[in-house]
């Protein structure tokens, strides 16, 4: 595995090295705390995961966290599930988000662009009194520590000002966004029952305008426990009768009150996909977020009050929650609705452009689809403050990493991140300080002891194997939501090594310390016990430029024979001709094994994906199996349910 990219794709120079943060914490933290003093990222790391009490400890002095209680030990208990840390703290991530203001209070915390206007800046100033004056108006309908907010918002100024409040009343934030139909956003909200909904008349998406006040009708007879209803009107719109209008909770110059909670109280609730049933409600805590974002955005991303965070995001993703922590760290975040591809496949590059955005942040999909469509980045936008481009959602192939070097800058870090919902952050990724080798994230996180397990427990070095995380990270989930008895969160990460989290990821741990993400474990192709991701074959059958997006998948048979169907979606014009088929296989044969080259090659209207821009391949490797579609997959998880009807109808025909 190290043998393949011998020499890095970038290095950061010398001036880079020494102006990041993290080495100015590392030599701050050799001084305090006994850390390394040499040794560079590798050395401080090793340190942060053997002497974890005393690194995270470290990050909490190093940002001036802000106990109201102190607190009696970092970890009181490591057990995991159940791990208990800072006890006996009381703290709030609101007033952590908002210290800035006291500060640069003339300066934009947030900058707002969408399809139809320039950046309009908020400024620190402004948030922090909207956050004032709505958390008093949530306390006065009665909204206590403890109680559920929900938001069915798109990603607006007013979707962080709900946030920040709710979590300043100490209440628990959760939110989908207006392009979820009302089954799936039920199958969320009524798992957490809210006392208080926010809600926007439609959202701009594509050049059009989309009216949801029918779906918002619906939520409100569907959701019993509601006190209230909160209208923004994004199109203009009155406020139903009932409801209350947005702009009358926030006109009050009323100074912010901040609940100071215990260190475990719930922040938010985030969901799973929920393409088997319904969601996981994920429940995070305020001090396990505030600690994990400052480390990854202030430590890993470098960012600071300098910086403009873009993150192309919706409501219902976990990066929008962690696009937010942006603010933690003093930096302007940048909040784009709209389509990632409106008015065209380079939409999201001028947005960067247009707010100056110093890290922006994207999916894989996203740059290959940039790359197959023939965008010039660098050649047709300004992008000089750009130091860093981020991607997640899948791994990142080695040709997009060759085309953000190529197409948008030479000198440019590229920070492929992997992590989860379930943590809010990632397991491993950008480390400033580190080269980038061409398909590898460069290292584990700080304080993320991330090993990568065969079958037995034993760990494994340049061979594919389980990601794992050996010791408790503070944003792990607290609890699921109606899990009394925990049952569901220990199923979902500690049934195959008792007291260790397994993430359901295939990974590869490099010699030289980097990760390489094969693909969901639980979906992989396994042929005569040679083991492959599902990425790095879309990776090589993707590089084709016949091929528009593609899905693997593989089944056992009854008979002990295994069948593995490649499903491709051809780009306009192309045709699936023999010419064509014997490209994908020479190229999954040559680029992969001869193995893994696919039983059938067969052409299909589309790839089914869950809400969140994820391809769906265990539901369709059920739907094959002969599962009843209602069975196979939870329909309001899907962005086209229609496409799964061809699967299913694939699988009758077979039998």
């Known amino acids: 595995m190290t043998s393949a990219n011998p020499s890095p794709?970038?290095?950061?120079?010398?001036?880079?090295?020494?102006?990041?943060?993290?080495?100015?914490?590392?030599?701050?933290?050799?001084?305090?705390?006994?850390?390394?003093?040499?040794?560079?990222?590798?050395?401080?790391?090793?340190?942060?995961?053997?002497?974890?009490?005393?690194?995270w400890k470290a990050v909490t002095e190093w940002f001036d966290v802000r106990f109201a209680t102190p607190y009696a030990r970092v970890l009181g208990d490591r057990a995991m599930p159940g791990a208990q840390w800072f006890p006996g703290a009381t703290l709030n991530y609101a007033e952590h988000a908002l210290r800035a203001a006291g500060t640069r209070a003339d300066e934009p915390a947030l900058l707002h662009v969408d399809e139809t206007h320039e950046p309009r800046p908020v400024t620190w100033s402004e948030l922090r009194r909207q956050v004032g004056s709505l958390a008093a108006e949530l306390r006065a309908l009665g909204v206590r520590p403890g109680d559920r907010v929900s938001g069915y918002l798109p990603n607006i100024p007013e979707a962080v000002v709900a946030l920040l409040a709710t979590a300043a009343v100490g209440g628990v934030w959760t939110s989908c966004a207006p392009d979820f139909g009302a089954r799936s956003v039920l199958d969320r909200f009524q798992q957490v029952e809210p006392v208080v909904l926010f809600t926007v008349d439609g959202y701009r998406y594509g050049g059009k305008e989309h009216d949801r006040r029918a779906t918002v009708d619906e939520l409100r007879r569907e959701l019993p426990t509601l006190r209230a209803v909160v209208h923004i009107p994004v199109l203009g719109t009155r406020a139903p009768e009932g409801a209350l209008e947005w702009t009358a909770l926030t006109s009050t110059d009323t100074p912010p009150v901040f609940e100071q909670v215990p260190f475990d109280h719930p922040l938010w609730v985030l969901y799973s996909s929920g393409t088997t049933g319904l969601p996981k409600a994920i429940v995070q805590s305020q001090g396990g977020i505030l600690v994990e974002h400052l480390k990854q955005l202030g430590l890993h991303c470098d960012l600071g009050p300098e910086d403009r965070f873009f993150w192309y995001t919706s409501t219902g993703w976990m990066m929008w929650n962690f696009l937010v922590s942006g603010l933690l760290t003093g930096t302007t975040v940048v909040l784009y609705d709209g389509s990632p591809g409106h008015p065209d496949t380079g939409a999201q590059w001028s947005v960067a452009e247009r707010t100056g955005a110093t890290l922006f942040g994207t999916s894989a999909a996203y740059v290959m689809a940039c790359r197959k469509a023939g965008v010039h980045p660098g050649r047709d936008h300004d992008l000089s403050r750009v130091r860093c481009v981020g991607t997640t959602g899948s791994p990142l192939p080695p040709d997009g990493f060759r085309w953000l070097h190529d197409e948008v800058r030479e000198d440019l870090w590229i920070a492929s991140v992997s992590g989860?919902?379930?943590?809010?952050?990632?397991?491993?990724?950008?480390?400033?300080?580190?080269?980038v080798h061409i398909g590898e994230l460069q290292a584990p996180g700080l304080g993320t002891d991330l090993q990568s397990w065969d079958p037995s427990g034993t760990p494994l070095i340049d061979e594919v194997g389980e990601l794992v995380v050996i010791n408790p990270m503070p944003s792990m989930p607290i609890h699921f939501w109606n899990d009394p008895d925990g049952s569901r969160y220990h199923d979902s990460y500690f049934d195959t090594y008792p007291g260790v989290w397994r993430h359901g990821d295939w990974i590869t741990l490099t010699s030289r310390g980097s990760v390489v993400i094969h693909g969901?474990?639980?979906s992989t192709l396994n042929r005569q016990g040679v083991r492959m991701g599902s990425a790095d074959i879309y990776e090589a059958v993707e590089r084709l430029p016949e091929i528009k997006e593609s899905l693997v998948i593989g089944i056992e048979q009854p008979d002990g024979g295994y069948w593995m169907p490649l499903f491709v979606q051809l780009a306009p014009g192309a045709t699936l001709d023999e010419a064509l088929l014997g490209r994908i296989k020479q190229t999954i044969r040559e680029h992969l094994s001869p193995r893994h080259v696919p039983d059938e090659v067969i052409e299909v209207p589309g790839v089914p994906h869950t809400l969140t821009g994820k391809r769906i391949e265990v539901p369709v490797k059920r739907l094959l199996q002969g599962t009843p579609l209602e069975k196979a997959v939870n329909p309001g998880s899907i962005d086209n349910l229609d496409l799964l009807r061809f699967y299913e109808n694939l699988a009758r025909e077979r039998a």
């Open 420 to 435: 989860g919902t379930d943590v809010c952050s990632c397991f491993a990724g950008a480390v400033p300080t580190l080269p």
């Open 520 to 522: 969901r474990s639980d």
């Open 9 to 55: 794709l970038w290095q950061p120079d010398a001036a880079r090295i020494a102006g990041a943060q993290i080495t100015a914490f590392q030599s701050w933290a050799a001084e305090h705390h006994g850390a390394p003093a040499e040794g560079g990222y590798p050395a401080l790391h090793r340190w942060s995961v053997d002497e974890l009490e005393t690194f």
